[in-house]
Every structure is written in C-alpha cells, then in structure tokens.
C-alpha cells in the first residue's frame, strides 16, 4: 500500500507519587523507529534517594507527546545503598531543607516542584521551631523531625508565616501517619494568632516521652517579610510559646 508508517521520536516522563503529590522526576527522549514491530529500544535509568519521610506510593510513566506511541519493555528497581535511621539522635534541633527559586506562595508550588523532596539546595538544623525573618524570596522550606512532649495531656498548636505554610503532625513516629492540623492560607505576623481560624489546631492529646512525627511546609513568595513559626500550649501552659529546641529531635541517619 503507502508503505510501512514510522513511529516518532517522543518524550516519556518518569513521575513519582510522593507523599500523595505527583511529581515529574526525568524524562527521556524515545528515539524514532521504523515501525512498531521493529522499535529502537534505548536503555534509561534513574537514581533517587528514598526515605520513610518521603513515601513513594507509586511511579508512573507519561507520554508526553500526544499521537505517539511508545513501548515499555521492562522496568526494574534495585536498592543502591540504604542508610538507617538511628533512634538515639538527641533532643535539641529539628531538621531543615529549603529550595530556592520556586516562584508562588501556595505549599503546593514547592511539594510540586519537580526537585522536591530530595533534590533541596540547603539542609540544617533549627534551635526551636522557627525560621529567620526576611530571609528571602521565591523559596520554600520543609521542616521535619519529631516533637517530644514533656507532659502527658492536652496540646494546642498554632502556626503563623508569611505566606503561606501547612503544620502535619503524625498520632505517632511514623510520617506515614502523619495528618496536617493546621495551615495559613494566606500570610500573618509572627504573633498574629487569630487571624485564620484554620492556623491553630483543634486540641490534641500527646504522651509524655513519646516522639511524635511533625512537618512543616512553608512557602515564599516575593516582596513580603517571611518567616515561619510554630507554638503550642501545653497542659500547664496555656500561653502560646514557639516550641524549643528541648522538645524537638531531628531525624539522624548512620
């Protein structure tokens, strides 16, 4: 007849569900082929570092070029190397890791960047749970690690930032159960408190000697004064204080 049709060059992207959020990770370029029984196969790999605080639920792979089709032969996963957590990291920090240049003030612009979660610019510590004043513009922070209550009973969290951040909090050490508990939707003083009914958590109950998974996502944008902070009221005090670094511990690997 016309001939044997060609099969086009395309482009496939490598996607992962991490913590819920789709992310593009790679994309390969598919050569073209002489026909779809006669493929041109080419050999990809991607590396990533996974942690239990980053839970991949599933990958996916997009075409991305509409009218072309593509063929997957097989797909492998096999573990490089995998360090362990050490469940004796000592109180007195929590963890840190923050990128620049993500435009946007929504917690989803930087969870749906396609370098987060492990792909950061900067990694620290913070001595209590807040972040510098004017640090910038057009970045993000994720804060992460484990509250270690001093008492048993009844807790109240309330975060303010400028713009906009979201406050998870897990019912035990594992960030796989973890839930968010409070957000800004928009921005707030350091200590404006009541200005979103949804920036203070309803009342928690927590054990004494307990570690408790906790996160923070916190977005810049430009032209505002950011910060982050979190406080919280424990059962003998009802004053909202910014939880220190005696209640925090960081995750530590070997």
Known sequence: TSGTPTQKAGILELEFNINGTVTAVDEYSVPASESFTNLSWTKYS?????????????????NSRSGVGMAIDAVSLSKVN????????????????RWYN????????????????????????????????????????????????????SYTFTVTSTDRSELFLS?????????????????????????????TSSSIALTAGQKYFIELIHKAGTGTSDHFQVYWQTPSNSTRTIIPGSALVPVCYD
Do not use: H, M, W
Request: with cysteine; hydrophobic share 30%; aromatic share 14%.
């Open 171 to 199: 019912n035990d050490d594992q960030a796989a159960n973890k839930s968010l508990i409070a957000y800004v939707p928009g921005s707030t003083g350091v200590s404006e408190f009541t200005k979103y009914p949804a920036q």
């Open 82 to 97: 995998c360090a362990s957590e050490r469940p004796d990291c000592p109180t007195g920090s929590i963890g840190f890791s």
């Open 46 to 62: 991607y590396t990533f570092t996974y942690s239990a605080l980053q839970t991949i639920s599933g990958f996916y792979f997009t």
């Open 102 to 153: 993500i435009g946007g003030t929504r917690a989803e612009d930087l969870t749906g960047d396609a370098n987060y979660p492990s792909n950061f610019a900067e990694a620290g510590t913070l001595t209590s749970f807040q972040g510098a004043s004017n640090f910038g513009d057009d970045y993000g922070t994720r804060v992460f690690g484990y509250v270690l209550p001093v008492e048993t009973g």
